[in-house]
């Protein structure tokens, strides 16, 4: 488990990152890829409106929504051995306290 720096938290390989967080993030439950991508790996809308804060490893990793109807939700991209994307936490503070 790593977290994510935030000069890397809007980096991708296409260079779309930084343009990508100011357009809303679409999904408001639990989502399975399919759903999202339209059939195509390379869709650039399924990672609208957040900012990567921890890598789990094997396409794991969990965002902060920074745009769009799930703002200031945590969520989860769990790709074992399904990818699906689901909230995981209600808020950012929420998150970053951990288990009570």
Not at 15 to 36: A, N, Q, Y
Not at 61 to 68: C, E, T, W
Not at 91 to 98: A, D, E
Request: negative net charge.
């Amino acid at each position: 488990m790593q977290l994510i720096p935030l000069s890397q938290a809007l980096h991708d390989d296409d260079g779309w990152g930084d343009k990508r967080v100011s357009l809303p993030f679409p999904l408001t439950r639990k989502t399975h890829i399919d759903e999202i991508i339209d059939g195509s790996v390379e869709d650039r809308y399924h990672c609208c409106g957040v900012l990567r804060l921890q890598d789990y490893g094997c396409g794991s990793f969990v965002l902060l929504v920074v745009s769009g109807p799930s703002y200031g939700q945590v969520w989860s991209v769990e790709n074992s051995p399904e990818i699906y994307w689901e909230p995981h936490h209600p808020s950012f503070l929420h998150w970053l306290r951990g288990p009570e």
